[in-house]
């Protein structure tokens, strides 16, 4: 099966979830036994998997690092899923949320429309919808653009997570092509230090040199042009 986007793009489906390699999941289920199962199956694809049982834990999860994809039930203990996107998205519009329940009533499937989520996935579900879900959630990371277009010609492919240039494909380790898929939608914004460590090393507390090395490696694949040097404060990603 092949995905037909920008103009005519084609690619294998199942290449999309390889958008999924460089990012994090929070995944938030009560039940162990289905928790474990689906948290494995996650890490096929996911960079990590952080797997919780309880809705104020997942809020907390999401105060100490950044994650890029939520992936909840509604049946939590001390805090409903419904409640605790309903709090992540105060702060977060943008994260792609999947609901995995099994409950089809129609007063959850109202709450989670205003919640904007991107699939409400009923218990139980196969394999193939499960992996539907997840593509969706990984165009949605890329809003769908399989081209991301930078300045010199060159192209980012966030499905082989590679740089083509002058006919070249520049290959980017998962660091870099995290960082670069972060400035991307942050494009024309100043993007401090602070929001680099959180967002690439968690818990980690490197030096700047640790960014500074990184940001060069980046730059040399990229496009020097790119990324612009905000003084004392971090980066400006720059694609036009």
């Not at 099966?1 to 294998?12: R, S």
């Amino acid at each position: 099966m092949c995905l037909c986007l920008n103009k005519g793009y084609h690619v294998d489906s199942y290449e999309v979830l390889k958008i999924l390699s460089d990012k994090k999941v929070l995944y938030a289920e009560d039940e162990e036994g289905i928790r474990k199962n689906v948290a494995e199956t996650l890490g096929l694809f996911f960079k990590k998997v952080v797997a919780v049982g309880d809705g104020v834990e997942a809020l907390y999860e999401m105060t100490l690092s950044s994650y890029d994809i939520l992936i909840f039930d509604i049946c939590l203990p001390n805090m409903d899923g419904l409640e605790a996107i309903r709090n992540i998205r105060k702060k977060d519009k943008k994260i792609p949320i999947i609901i995995l329940s099994a409950h089809t009533e129609q007063e959850y499937l109202w709450r989670a429309v205003e919640l904007k989520i991107t699939r409400y996935l009923t218990k139980p579900f196969d394999k193939t919808s499960f992996i539907d879900t997840l593509k969706e959630a990984a165009l949605e990371l890329v809003d769908s653009n399989l081209e991301i277009k930078l300045k010199d010609g060159c192209i980012y492919n966030p499905c082989t997570k590679a740089v083509i240039c002058k006919d070249k494909d520049i290959q980017l380790s998962k660091s870099e092509s995290r960082l670069l898929e972060f400035f991307i939608k942050r494009e024309n914004q100043t993007v401090t230090f602070e929001q680099i460590y959180d967002y690439i090393w968690e818990f980690e507390q490197p030096s700047k040199e640790a960014i500074k090395s990184l940001i060069k490696e980046l730059r040399r694949k990229v496009a020097k042009e790119c990324i612009k040097s905000v003084y004392g404060i971090g980066y400006k990603f720059e694609i036009q």
